[in-house]
């Protein structure tokens, strides 16, 4: 692009070459006259929001002297939040949906003589020899049960409330909660309370290496997995447990012992025993005798699976057959560095059928895993059946514990470079009367997704909030459709999340692309409203195709929906001679393509460009006029901000067609380039102007010592041979040694005159 420089003052001439060397900037920093928002068939979020963003109100709750609030549990009635924290336990009042405030706490940490035990077993006082709450349900109306590591020896209580507050733990009320808590705070586990009776998954030892599931509390006899049979693997990591009909699902993930191809194959599995299980007589006594276990399988085709799961929640549906368990899956393989993430959708059918499907059974020749093909016992060993089951079918479940089949479940949503921690779930009603999946994704990076999955047009990213600074995980995850909205644990504290944020969509075109089924757009009032009921027929939505022309032709006052079309406001800029003008355009969706138009003519490139999104102008004659940045989202294009450049010295006249639109005079970045006063809210550019002009320099020195280099090289070669051939090959002392040394050198540099400007070696004569 050539430099015009015929007519231009000094000032004006930098101000062109300030442009011109912008444009040499690396891809991140400026952009092409069109800036693109999407890549690939990947979702991404369509809006992202940091914490202290103005745009998207959250509630926070934290207390001085407390971490680790881990474990999220909702009062019956709605009105409290009962928190675990590090040796505390916290009662929050959420019926103020902006405000998160202490009803009451109580402490509850480890004795000192544990915390002396602890310490003396090699584990840490700052960060493990501590009281870490990691079971807490709602026992009856009027106890809560708790369990904790209480510095790696755990322990459980029960507490007593009144009008929902916690009463202080008496100490004689403690008992060990061995199995039902694990020994070192790092260790997954989970727990669930069904009809009186307590189902917890963990370590039941200190090294960590004795997995169990355990059935405690209620009026049935105290059952658990038996340790020699090796039913779970020493490394198993369980994510959930989920109560169904006749039976109580676990979800956990361990290294597979059926694949002998592959080491340490890690994979999921889900386990299920019988509520109605009481033990053997003589055979797996207090033992379980219903307990089987399948693989998981979460994967694309043609794809490694997604081996690891992380999550797992129910959405329940009537009849409870037809409900679905949507877990949350990682991998094991990274793939181009980067960790990726899978929800998959499994239906409660699969796992009844997969569960009465074949077995496998280990061939002792062969230490091989195959399909069990033997005679039938009946009843059938496993099944959830009234009285204990005979010695026969004991000793076929001793070995037969695992299924042959997987549960195959189908992926909902797949995204690369995120990885998944914990996973809520919701149905919305759209207002065409169609049941849309909503999911929330808590990540290992501390933010939060909001995922919409349509029937139709797969999944799409509504939002990402980032709560937590760096690496800190989303440590749990609890959905309050009473109070609408999400609360999140974290180490540091509490965050209550509105589900939906339909105010900051300040139009009909942003209201619908954004295709959340919480939010539509009320005509009347000009507003995007929260989609309080379904049948509000003058509202508009648009969740399959999330076309704004389509749902927006009924002329609304938000910003035009009809492509290039008439600005809904002219914001009016006064150029300045000899300075550069930068135009703002905010990006109000990631997934749309921004460029910038200017009427009555063309874009001049010598006196503009794109850097960062903003549109750097360098006022010239002919550069006045309407300049609009355009958005393109789902194939529709609107104007997001309209210029009208004018200058003091020449005033443009009015476009008749921009006639009664309202005008809004605005002062705009401005960096002067030649003297005079700038704008009182300027800000300069000469930073970055530095700043290319050192990398310009020092890319023309690289270039110079590159060209230098090569004869150089030849120079300092033709020496070393002259010295060779010149020098004698007789012993001298140490001051003649150091002559000789020195005799190359001079000769190198009183040979350079003897080389011509084509890098020729010239004779004694030409030199």
């Not at 929001?49 to 971490?67: K, P």
């Not at 200190?206 to 997995?225: A, C, H, M, S, Y």
């Not at 809520?424 to 919409?452: D, F, I, N």
Request: a neutral charge.
């Amino acid at each position: 692009m050539a430099l015009p420089t015929l007519g231009l003052d000094p000032g004006s001439i930098l101000g062109l070459l300030l442009i011109q060397l912008l444009l040499l900037l690396p891809p991140e920093a400026t952009t092409t006259m069109t800036m693109t928002g999407t890549g690939g068939q990947e979702p991404i979020p369509r809006v992202k929001y940091h914490i202290g963003d103005a745009r998207r109100a959250l509630s926070f709750f934290h207390q001085e002297g407390l971490q680790d609030f881990d474990i999220l549990l909702l009062s019956g009635d709605g009105d409290t939040l009962y928190v675990g924290a590090r040796e505390a336990i916290l009662a929050l009042d959420i019926r103020d949906p902006g405000v998160l405030r202490l009803r009451n706490m109580i402490h509850w940490p480890a004795s000192n003589q544990k915390k002396s035990e602890c310490a003396f077993k090699m584990r840490s006082n700052e960060t493990q020899c501590f009281n870490f709450i990691r079971v807490l349900v709602s026992f009856n109306a009027t106890h809560l049960y708790a369990c904790g590591t209480f510095a790696f020896s755990p322990a459980c209580t029960f507490i007593e409330l009144q009008d929902s507050n916690l009463l202080p733990i008496s100490e004689d009320k403690v008992v060990e909660g061995k199995g039902q808590s694990p020994f070192d705070p790092a260790h997954k586990h989970t727990a669930v309370l069904v009809d009186g009776t307590l189902y917890s998954g963990t370590m039941n030892n200190f090294l960590g290496n004795e997995p169990i599931l355990l059935r405690t509390l209620g009026p049935q006899p105290v059952l658990k997995t038996d340790t020699f049979l090796r039913w779970l693997r020493y490394d198993a990591s369980f994510v959930a447990a989920i109560p169904s009909t006749q039976v109580v699902y676990f979800f956990f993930e361990e290294t597979a012992i059926e694949f002998d191809f592959f080491e340490k194959l890690h994979t999921s599995r889900v386990a299920r025993v019988c509520k109605d299980d009481v033990g053997g007589e003589k055979l797996l006594q207090k033992k379980w005798t219903t307990f089987l276990k399948a693989q998981l399988l979460c994967a694309q085709p043609g794809q490694l699976p997604f081996n690891v799961i992380r999550h797992a929640v129910l959405l329940p549906a009537d009849p409870p057959a037809v409900a679905r368990v949507y877990a949350v899956f990682t991998s094991q393989w990274q793939v181009g560095g980067t960790r990726s993430s899978a929800v998959c959708a499994f239906s409660l059918r699969d796992f009844e059928q997969v569960f009465k499907g074949k077995y496998k059974e280990l061939n002792k020749e062969t230490s091989r895993w195959t399909t069990y093909r033997g005679p039938t016992i009946t009843p059938r060993p496993g099944s959830c059946s009234m009285g204990p089951p005979s010695d026969k079918a004991l000793t076929f479940m001793k070995d037969h514990f695992l299924m042959d089949e997987q549960v195959v479940g189908t992926p909902v949503l797949v995204k690369s470079g995120v990885e998944y921690t914990q996973l809520a779930v919701e149905t919305a009603q759209g207002l065409e009367g169609r049941e849309h999946l909503v999911m929330y994704l808590g990540t290992a990076s501390g933010a939060l997704h909001k995922a919409v999955v349509s029937e139709d047009n797969g999944a799409h990213l509504v939002e990402e909030i980032q709560l937590l600074p760096g690496q800190e995980p989303v440590r749990n995850l609890h959905l309050d459709a009473s109070q609408g909205a999400v609360f999140v644990g974290s180490s540091a504290g509490v965050w209550r999340i509105p589900r939906a944020n339909c105010s900051v969509y300040e139009s009909c075109v942003d209201c619908i692309l954004a295709r959340d089924p919480h939010c539509a757009w009320d005509p009347q009032t000009q507003v995007c409203r929260f989609l309080s009921a379904p049948n509000l027929s003058s509202w508009k939505q648009d969740m399959e195709r999330g076309n704004p022309g389509w749902a927006c032709a009924n002329g609304t006052r938000g910003r035009s929906y009809r492509p290039q079309s008439r600005p809904q406001i002219i914001k009016e800029v006064l150029a300045v001679p000899n300075s550069i003008l930068e135009l703002p355009c905010p990006h109000l969706s990631a997934l749309a393509s921004y460029h910038w138009s200017h009427r009555p003519a063309t874009i001049q490139e010598t006196s503009t460009t794109v850097y960062n999104g903003s549109l750097l102008l360098m006022p010239r004659d002919g550069i006045g006029g309407l300049y609009q940045c355009v958005a393109t989202e789902n194939g529709f294009s609107y104007p997001v901000v309209s210029y009208w450049v004018d200058s003091q010295d020449q005033p443009l006249a009015l476009d008749p067609e921009l006639t009664g639109i309202p005008r809004e005079r605005v002062k705009v970045p401005l960096t002067r380039v030649n003297g005079g006063a700038a704008l009182a809210d300027q800000r300069s550019y000469w930073p970055h102007f530095l700043a290319v002009t050192v990398l310009l320099a020092l890319v023309l020195s690289g270039a110079l010592i590159v060209l230098l280099a090569s004869p150089l090289g030849a120079l300092r070669a033709r020496g070393k041979v002259q010295g060779c051939e010149t020098l004698p090959t007789r012993k001298k002392d140490p001051l003649s040694s150091r002559e000789q040394h020195l005799q190359p050198h001079k000769e190198a540099r009183t040979s350079a005159r003897n080389v011509d400007a084509d890098n020729n070696h010239l004779g004694p004569e030409v030199a």
